[in-house]
């Protein structure tokens, strides 16, 4: 790393936001309403009645019959907005086109090539309406799973949209993911009717969708309707009686389309998210707490305005495009970007020159990406006015201060606050976040956001400052996850059970003496490549499906751009002689396995893996050796001479 950003890794300086943002954002508003003068205020009286605050926000939105009760609590179980009547869809949409923003544009969509497509509220409601007809003729009821299996085309969000509508819960898999983890999923969720399309352009490169499809299709016994959309032109064999063009299914729909009056407990979605072991968790969300939940998190955090032009750049296949593509800017009213392709396709000035032609005023990403950005250099962003940018987002991972400081400076222009937000999928909004009147410090997510009480503990469960430990949520908010889907069992005890109905979030972390958090990193077996969420317990298990694979472990080894890549290190069953092509083999079998973001980027074969008298690896040795760390006290090992095979093997 260059020496200018070796010394910014000193930062120590507080950035303020300016008073112009301060006083124009749609937080100090709301908290003028109140009579609430300071930050610190509006989170002492939110923290003390947390019922007060999120009633007033559930408010904003509208309620077919009024809740009765804002919050049981009934740990780990809560629910939200009791006895309401809602629909997240009637919100997001109809609200809009019932009112002043029928003619506002929801979605500005820019696939790789340069095409541009634009969808009023008024027309995004009505290819949703269409889409939601042509399920319910496909036999879709309320509470079926429909499986989704979408790059970034608006077909993505209308059908997400359109489920929603019609009380019907979604479950899209990333198209990034191999095929496999689409048969996984629907086979889990039993969907009746799957969603995908012929195939898409990743760097110029038309890459099949539906061909992949085809073939886990033979072993997903629900299925009976494949919906396809014509995106790429790519040739596709249509199988009789099974499947069906998009375009064709909703040409004579009819444009309306009543939305299902629903509970607000019913369920929205599943996403499955990667957890400590091999299988995936069905992370499941509800309709009326995950609405007021994200719609509040991106009012107040990311302060949007009646004529923003907001920007999450992430992908609609993980939580963050869920909340903040499509349902939190679709609750406020905005107009939001979406872009089909590769950030730095066909040049690293991408992004930013698709800021300065749309006008963006809030932009959103990862830090992988921020650093992706820093090695290319900053005579990319130079290039282009991205003088409408007024504030800046982070998620997806710890974001370093010298990222931090280059985001801010090359990207802000020294004038746009940054919001590090720390959230997870089960969270379903940001948790711990600043907002545009917080004082800034690069690296920190700053305070929980008003009501959230989040805490560090060790591991007897004791609060500790100013000292690293695990990552707690003590209370319940809104958009929590209600349960994981088909193994309530697992909820409990991955997440409430190490310290008795206080929230695990698996992470770890430090409160400083200011009460800022600083977020570390995972405390447990998941990885973080590229933002991505990865078990390591997936990997190994795609790595010891392989003929010839004894056993397997990995580990993450960090990496300056994509924060940790995968390091695996397998132990070949007696007979089978490690060479390159065998390597490659391996790796070429996680990526269709998984996908291409989980292959290894390290593979080792070794002779031996370190484990204990019990046989249990010590992954603790691995990690330790990998970084080029001590490995500290090995005199459990059964083996101590794998530590030496694994030196050999780096
Ligand atoms: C990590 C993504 C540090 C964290 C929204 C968490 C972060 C995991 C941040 C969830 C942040 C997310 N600072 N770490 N601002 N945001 N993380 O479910 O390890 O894909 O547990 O949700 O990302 O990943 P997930």
Request: net charge negative.
């Amino acid at each position: 790393m260059s020496k200018e950003l070796d010394s910014l890794l000193k930062e120590e300086r507080i950035f303020k936001p300016s008073s112009e943002i301060v006083e124009n954002s749609n937080i100090k508003k709301w908290m003028a309403k109140y009579g609430i003068q300071s930050y610190e205020e509006l989170l002492e009286k939110a923290g003390k009645n947390p019922e007060w605050f999120w009633d007033e926000l559930a408010q904003e939105l509208g309620w077919f019959k009024e809740y009765t009760d804002i919050l049981k609590w009934d740990p780990p179980h809560a629910e939200w907005f009791l006895n309401g009547k809602f629909n997240i869809t009637h919100n997001a949409l109809d609200r809009h086109v019932n009112g002043s923003k029928k003619d506002k544009i929801a979605y500005i969509w820019e696939g790789e090539d340069g095409e541009i497509k634009k969808l009023t509220y008024h027309e995004l409601q009505k290819e949703v309406n269409k889409f939601a007809n042509a399920l319910k003729e496909l036999g879709v009821k309320k509470g079926d799973t429909v499986s989704i299996y979408l790059p970034m085309i608006l077909e993505l969000p209308i059908a997400m949209l359109a489920c929603a509508k019609i009380g019907a819960v979604h479950s899209v898999v990333f198209s990034g993911f191999w095929a496999k983890a689409f048969q996984e999923r629907i086979n889990d969720a039993k969907s009746k009717v799957a969603i995908t399309t012929d195939g898409f352009t990743r760097r110029g490169k038309l890459l099949p969708l539906k061909e992949n499809v085809d073939e886990i299709l033979k072993n997903t016994p629900s299925i009976k309707n494949l919906i396809v959309v014509k995106h790429s032109g790519i040739d596709v064999e249509m199988q009789e009686g099974r499947d069906l063009w998009w375009h064709k299914i909703t040409k004579n729909m009819s444009e309306e389309c009543k939305t299902e009056v629903l509970d607000s407990e019913d369920p929205l979605f599943i996403l499955y998210t990667s957890g400590t072991t091999g299988k995936p968790k069905g992370v499941m969300h509800v309709h009326g707490g995950y609405a007021v939940g994200v719609y509040a998190t991106l009012k107040f955090v990311f302060d949007l305005k009646e004529d923003d032009i907001w920007w999450c750049a992430a992908d609609i296949g993980w939580v963050t495009g869920h909340s903040y593509i499509v349902y939190a800017p679709l609750l406020l009213g905005a107009t939001s970007i979406i872009y089909e392709g590769t950030p730095d396709y066909p040049d690293p000035g991408r992004l930013w020159r698709m800021v300065e032609n749309y006008g963006v005023t809030v932009f959103y990403t990862a830090p992988t990406t921020i650093r992706m950005f820093m090695k290319f250099g900053e005579k990319w962003p130079k290039q282009h006015d991205l003088s409408s940018l007024r504030l800046l987002g982070s998620v997806g991972e710890p974001i370093n201060p010298e990222a931090w400081i280059w985001y801010y400076k090359h990207i802000g222009g020294e004038k746009c606050p940054i919001m590090d937000t720390w959230w997870q999928t089960e969270t379903g909004m940001h948790l711990i976040t600043p907002l545009p009147i917080s004082d800034l410090k690069p690296g920190s997510a700053v305070r929980p956001f008003p009501t959230v009480k989040a805490d560090i503990f060790d591991d007897e469960g004791k609060s500790v400052k100013e000292k690293g430990g695990h990552l707690v949520i003590k209370s319940p908010w809104p958009s929590m996850f209600r349960t994981l889907y088909r193994d309530p069992q697992r909820y409990i005890d991955a997440y409430w059970s190490t310290f008795e109905n206080i929230y695990l979030s698996g992470d770890v972390g430090r409160i400083d003496e200011d009460g800022y958090f600083w977020i570390q990193g995972r405390s447990d077996d998941v990885l973080k490549v590229a933002g991505h969420r990865i078990s390591t317990a997936e990997v190994e298990s795609a790595l010891v499906s392989y003929k010839g694979v004894a056993e397997a472990a990995v580990v993450g080894k960090p990496d300056e751009i994509k924060g940790e890549e995968i390091a695996a290190f397998v132990v070949l069953k007696e007979g089978n002689t490690p060479s390159e092509d065998f390597k490659n083999k391996l790796k070429y079998h996680v990526r269709t396995e998984i996908g291409p973001i989980a292959t290894p980027k390290y593979l080792n074969f070794v002779e031996d893996l370190p484990k204990t008298r019990s046989g249990k690896i010590m992954r603790r040795v691995i990690k330790a050796k990998v970084k080029g760390e001590d490995v500290g006290d090995i005199t459990t090992l059964a083996n101590p001479e794998a530590v030496d095979g694994l030196d050999r093997a780096l």
